[in-house]
Nanobody
């Protein structure tokens, strides 16, 4: 099974940029389609972006489209989330996740492997 570890979270101001990384170990990340989710206090976990095993196909939540970019480097067994023009409503714990499903999965229940999460806080 693949293990996932996120890094790169922190406290930034509105309008700033931040980059998250998700390092995989135990098994090649290229075996999995992957995604970034986030969960704000009192809210359900929601998908932010998904990426196919090869990285050729990506999808984004409407709230982050045009501001966030998901990518992966399978040679480094790592996935990324580049966030720009951050807003206070982007404040949440961000999780990377992996799935063996072959279709675009956007529901948390479709992902079997999760990282521990990294906090992103955006001040106004």
């Amino acid at each position: 099974q693949v293990q996932l570890v996120e890094s790169g979270g922190g406290l930034v101001q509105a309008g700033d940029s931040l980059s998250l990384s998700c390092a995989a170990s135990g098994r090649a990340l290229s075996n999995y389609a992957s995604a970034w989710f986030r969960q704000a206090p009192g809210k359900e976990r929601e998908v932010v972006a998904t990426i196919s095993r090869t990285g050729r196909s990506t999808t984004y939540a409407g709230s982050v489209e045009g501001r966030f970019t998901i990518s992966r480097d399978n040679s480094k067994n790592t996935m990324y989330l580049q966030m720009s023009s951050l807003k206070p409503e982007d404040t949440a714990v961000y999780y990377c996740a992996a799935t063996t499903l072959t279709w675009i999965a956007r529901n948390p229940s479709e992902y079997g492997r999760w990282g521990q999460g990294t906090q992103v806080s955006v001040s106004s």
